[in-house]
């Protein structure tokens, strides 16, 4: 069974910090990686995708992959409590397709 | 540009019955993918259409099925509903180009 395993949290990280978020996946041949957050009520908006070992930055998000070791991970920086949400990671595994399994999310709680 | 829309956007039913919820994509995105979410077991791909054929499925009951039309709209459908039943149904489109994923607001099902 493929999993993406993420810690539950809640991350409690005072404004101005970093919040890093951590996920990894079991599935070696996992191509694609991404990053959705979730307002409580609300849909999974997107956040960032990373294909390719290393670090890609957006604003102020950066994604990280490390392939060898199965970790994907998304540092806020200058966290705002706007950015309190759950955080999702999501695997593609395959290529030709569009399923993707997500982990349970992250819960970030950004403190003023 | 409009982004994806999920019509009802809630919905409540009994035991037995059956439900039909609508997914227009993005404009130009071929390519809808349906999840279930729920509070314990996450966000969890129920299938996935591209111009108009099912091409993954996730590991669902035959209650649960679904189609895409040629304007790449889609439906959903679950026959004889079950308590179980009830969550956050989510329905994701793609440019085939591409393989980010965009969420509608989802169709939060209740089932009495």
């Known amino acids: 069974q493929k999993e993406v395993e993420q810690n539950s949290g809640p991350l409690s990280v005072p404004e101005g910090a970093i919040a890093s978020l951590n996920c990894t996946y079991s599935?070696?041949?996992?191509?694609?990686f991404f990053w959705y957050r979730q307002y409580s009520g609300k849909s999974p908006e997107l956040i960032m995708s990373?294909?390719?070992?290393g670090d890609k930055e957006d604003g102020r998000f950066t994604a990280q992959l490390n392939k060898a070791s199965q970790y994907v991970s998304l540092l806020i920086r200058d966290s705002q409590p706007s950015d309190s949400a759950t955080y999702l990671c999501?695997?593609?595994?395959?290529?030709?397709?569009?399923?993707?399994?997500f982990g349970k999310g992250t819960k970030l709680s950004v403190i003023p | 540009k409009a982004g994806v829309t999920q019509t009802p956007r809630y919905l409540i039913k009994t035991r037995g019955q059956q439900v039909t919820l609508s997914c227009s994509p993005i404009s130009g995105h071929r390519s809808v993918s349906w999840y279930q979410q729920t509070p314990g077991q996450g966000l969890q791909f129920l299938f996935e259409y591209f111009s108009e054929t099912q091409r993954n499925k996730g590991n669902f009951p035959g209650r649960f099925s679904g189609r895409q039309f040629s304007n790449s709209r889609s439906e959903m459908n679950v026959s004889t509903l079950e308590l179980g039943d009830s969550a956050l149904y989510l329905c994701?489109?793609?440019?085939?180009?591409?393989?980010?994923?965009?969420f509608g607001p989802g169709t939060r099902l209740t089932v009495l």
């Open positions: 990373i294909y390719s070992n």
């Open positions: 999501a695997v593609k595994e395959r290529a030709g397709s569009y399923q993707l399994t």
């Open positions: 599935d070696r041949v996992s191509q694609s």
């Open positions: 994701a489109s793609s440019l085939a180009v591409s393989e980010e994923q965009f």
